[in-house]
């Protein structure tokens, strides 16, 4: 598919933030690690159906999401078939059931986002997504991309990065480097009894990553709705207390809010 000569003739000139694959080699791949044949498939932000294409003829049903009508209406018209339906609106507003398999290019603006939808509804995806982006899900406890997101991200999946996209790979060229990421679903997500109230611990914590726990925690307070005299009482009885908070792992953290859980 030549997607710059498809731009062209619908009159469409890329704005910031949109960018369109061109890479036959790298659309394969997308689409093979997405493992879709007979499954309930989304792609998000579909374009000029460079992805759409390959996946219609593998998958048993493809839900194609495009915001932009000029690109929506050419996606039906060139695509529309039994097993595709083309759904013109805003990702961040469209409802993930019965979805089994997520497979995009999807927004670079809008990857943390559509990430952490995907985590809550454990759909399976392999993602096109930017490069740092995915540094910081598959970073491991005191490594310096490791995070916040890092977290939330392998609560909800196992995370994989298969493969580096090169800026070049598509049109108009962004200004970072992009990969190929595949998220398995994470079946095994025991102990944690309020997951608003674990990923506000992680959150609260993590802003003050290099620090030890117990001092992340006072400094914290304030997310965490708590006085400084509630959070100096706690502080000591903390678990794993005297660890930076870049370096616990994820059963810690558990640990941490289910200690927690009761007394704040």
């Not at 498809?6 to 061109?22: A, C, D, H, S, W």
């Not at 493992?35 to 003829?57: C, N, Y």
């Not at 207390?241 to 009761?262: C, M, P, T």
């Amino acid at each position: 598919m030549d997607t710059e000569k498809t731009l062209r003739e619908l009159g469409i000139k890329p704005v910031k933030g949109q960018n369109f694959l061109v890479s036959e080699v790298t659309v394969e791949a997308l689409v093979e690690a997405g493992e879709v044949e007979d499954k309930q498939v989304l792609e998000i932000g579909a374009g000029t159906g460079a992805i759409t294409s390959k996946l219609s003829k593998k998958a048993e049903k493809v839900y194609a999401v495009e915001n932009n009508s000029v690109l929506a209406n050419h996606l039906k018209k060139e695509f529309g078939n039994l097993n595709l339906e083309v759904v013109e609106g805003d990702i961040l507003e469209y409802d993930f059931d019965n979805i089994d398999r997520c497979v995009a290019n999807i927004p670079f603006h809008l990857s943390s986002e559509i990430i952490e939808e995907l985590g809550r509804k454990q759909v399976q995806s392999a993602l096109i997504i930017q490069e740092d982006l995915a540094d910081r899900i598959v970073a491991e406890p005191g490594e310096p991309d490791y995070g916040r997101f890092t977290v939330l991200v392998n609560y909800y999946f196992i995370p994989v990065k298969l493969r580096e996209v090169p800026a070049s790979s598509f049109k108009p060229a962004p200004d970072v480097n992009a990969a190929i990421i595949k998220l398995y679903p994470n079946r095994d997500r025991h102990g944690v009894e309020n997951e608003d109230f674990f990923f506000k611990i992680v959150r609260a914590l993590f802003t003050h990553k290099r620090k030890k726990t117990r001092n992340a925690f006072v400094d914290a307070r304030h997310i965490l709705e708590i006085t400084k005299d509630e959070a100096k009482d706690l502080r000591d009885e903390l678990p794993n207390s005297e660890k930076r908070v870049n370096d616990l792992e994820i059963i810690q953290l558990k640990e941490i809010a289910r200690f927690l859980q009761d007394k704040i």
